[in-house]
């Protein structure tokens, strides 16, 4: 009987290859797998490189010498093997397709007049059995959980997502914000988050778009041990990504009570309040039942928009909802970085007046892999973070904000006395050491770290 495999090992050769989306040659993953305490040599590699291919995980390109070896993605064969016809629809950029992907964003192609007007089905959130239904198949959240792996998998919730913040509120600000027509770029996104730098000559409704982001993203990461899959969380959710964008604002932050309508769909969302609530508790309980992370995510970007439980904005609630089961299991963030708008709004098109959630799945995986390409090289350049300075990052806050906001000067005694209510007093001498070197290190561009405005640090730098 021929030796079974190890699951783990063949995991942990999928991760490391992972980490270099163009691929391996097999002596340099020979040396990787070395260094990554796997110990296999080179004809054992070769074997579980072929369980891998056989599994279709991994993918085999070249012969010889310039033959290497390269994670394969769920959505179907490599970019560059794909014909233009399949990568383009209708003059836009699109993505790769699963079949049944391609037949969705045809059915939702086809003019208004030929699609048949549809209401809410309530059997698609009935019927869903948490940890038994599933939108993502195994194959591909094993493939997702081996993208997503951080260095802080073992720490306490959000530790990794605090790690890259700052890279994080930036790219899911600007990213998130441009599915909704935002014209601001990656750069005008970034000054203005950064430094409170308005862009000229756009509307200021983009801007208040782009701060709003920047709050949700802040509240998930700072609490990210405390929130969760209930009506606190997301109403809070939702009032920080609508402040001053509603026409009524006394409906941030709540459920609606007045009906709505989809523009360019067929689909016509629940009109009675009451069922609007008793749908939106299902909906969050059996998000909560759910054990996969990304199969949380996932769901929630399906159902949130499908039923429409807010007056408006309720995608980006579902967009920054996915990422609350990221953040809580430490594994890498979800950004929506590159994704095409026609994509996007294709496969919420086919959940809305199909129930079908293939294409939406396409873009949902496609857009996870790009977003764990741009954050591989972060993850692994990681330090170990500093215990000290994660026991005590809403002190350290706390004090530098306070000394800065008073118009203080840097003094050790004065952030003693400051830190002592704070910190405990094992850790205290090192806290003050810390924080009098971070005092002294703040700048522009990395005020935000510790929530002060722009021209907070100006004043206190004149003084």
């Known amino acids: 009987m021929p030796k079974r495999v190890p699951k783990q ?10 980490r270099h989306p163009a691929g391996l040659g097999i002596t340099k993953l020979e040396k990787a797998t070395k260094a990554a305490g796997l110990r296999l040599d080179r004809r054992t590699l ?44 209708h003059g836009e950029t699109y993505i790769p397709l699963s079949p049944e992907g391609a037949g969705v964003k045809d059915l939702v192609r086809r003019p208004i007049p030929e699609r048949r007007p549809v209401g809410y089905n309530r059997a698609f959130l009935e019927s869903y059995e948490p940890n038994t239904s599933a939108y993502l198949s195994d194959p591909v959240r094993s493939h997702l959980h081996t993208l997503g792996r951080s260095p802080a998998m073992e720490r306490t919730a959000g530790t990794y997502a605090r790690d890259v913040l700052n890279r994080l509120m930036i790219d899911l600000s600007w990213a998130s914000s ?40 802040e509240m998930l990461v700072d609490h990210a041990e405390e929130i969760g899959f209930d009506t606190f969380t997301f109403f809070n959710l939702h009032a920080l990504l609508s402040e001053n964008l509603l026409t009524d604002s006394d409906a941030s932050g709540r459920l609606r009570t007045a009906s709505v309508e989809i523009g360019g769909s067929v689909f016509l969302p629940l009109a009675v309040p009451q069922q609007v609530e008793e749908y939106f508790r299902l909906m969050l309980n059996k998000t909560s039942a759910i054990r996969d992370p990304f199969e949380q995510a996932f769901f929630l970007m399906v159902q949130i928009p499908y039923l429409q439980p807010f007056l408006d904005v309720n995608k980006r609630v579902s967009r920054l909802g996915a990422n609350i089961p ?55 350049s990681l330090p ?52 009098f070197n971070d005092l002294h290190h703040l700048h522009e561009g990395n005020i935000a770290r510790y929530r002060l405005r722009l021209p907070e640090f100006r004043a206190w730098k004149k003084e």
């Open 326 to 380: 990221l953040i809580k299991h430490n594994l890498s963030p979800l950004s929506f970085v590159d994704v095409p708008e026609q994509a996007y709004v294709d496969g919420t098109l086919g959940v809305y007046e199909l129930n079908r959630v293939e294409l939406l799945r396409d873009v949902f995986v496609w857009a996870y892999e790009r977003s764990c390409q741009r954050y591989v090289a972060i993850k692994e």
């Open 178 to 217: 441009r599915l909704e027509g935002n014209t601001y770029t990656r750069l005008e996104t970034q000054n203005l988050i950064e430094f409170g730098h308005v862009a000229d000559g756009k509307d200021q409704r983009e801007a208040q778009m782009i701060l709003n982001h920047k709050a949700a993203i």
């Open 9 to 18: 090992e063949l995991d942990r050769l999928a991760a490391l290859l992972a």
């Open 384 to 435: 170990e973070p500093d215990p000290l300075r994660l026991r005590n990052r809403e002190a350290l806050i706390s004090v530098v904000s306070e000394i800065v906001r008073g118009g203080k000067p840097i003094n050790t005694r004065l952030i003693r006395q400051l830190a002592a209510p704070l910190v405990k007093a094992d850790d205290l001498s090192e806290f003050v050491a810390m924080a």
């Open 46 to 89: 070769q074997r579980r490189l072929g369980e891998l291919i056989k599994a279709k995980r991994v993918l085999k390109e070249g012969e010889g010498r310039a033959c290497r070896y390269l994670l394969a993605p769920i959505t179907g064969k490599l970019r560059a093997e794909l014909p233009a016809a399949e990568l383009v629809a």
